[in-house]
Nanobody, 129 residues
Framework: EVELVESGGGLVQPGGSLRLSCVAS????????MAWVRQAPGKGLEWVSAISTGGSVTDYADTAKGRFTISRDNTKNTLYLQLNSLKTEDTAMYHCVQDSRPYGAIADMFRTTPSTFKRGQGTQVTVSS
């Protein structure tokens, strides 16, 4: 059974940083593109960032470009999201997401409604002074 367990969220002041982690199990992690999505209070899921199987290709939503960095360690079955220069509007539940098929293109993920993908329970990020 696929399991995705996120951690690393918390309360941080504007301008601060956090590093989110997602430990995956139940599938061959290195064969699947992965991504992060988020859901702010009262809003729908939105894409944040995605990464290819080997980590060489990444993509970001415009709101994340230049501030967030996605990475993965296939030896540890772990996905990461480094959040820098956080803003109050980054407050949301952050979920890691498994692609719908092995060796999929991350561009295809971004073109698909995020709610259709397998995701973890999430980790809460709150940005507030």
């Amino acid at each position: 059974e696929v399991e995705l367990v996120e951690s690393g969220g918390g309360l941080v002041q504007p301008g601060g940083s956090l590093r989110l982690s997602c430990v995956a199990s139940g599938f061959t992690f290195s064969s699947w593109s992965m991504a992060w999505v988020r859901q702010a209070p009262g809003k729908g899921l939105e894409w944040v960032s995605a990464i290819s199987t080997g980590g060489s290709v990444t993509d970001y939503a415009d709101t994340a470009k230049g501030r967030f960095t996605i990475s993965r360690d296939n030896t540890k079955n772990t996905l990461y999201l480094q959040l820098n220069s956080l803003k109050t509007e980054d407050t949301a539940m952050y979920h890691c997401v498994q692609d719908s098929r092995p060796y999929g293109a991350i561009a295809d993920m971004f073109r698909t409604t995020p709610s259709t993908f397998k995701r973890g329970q999430g980790t809460q990020v709150t940005v507030s002074s």
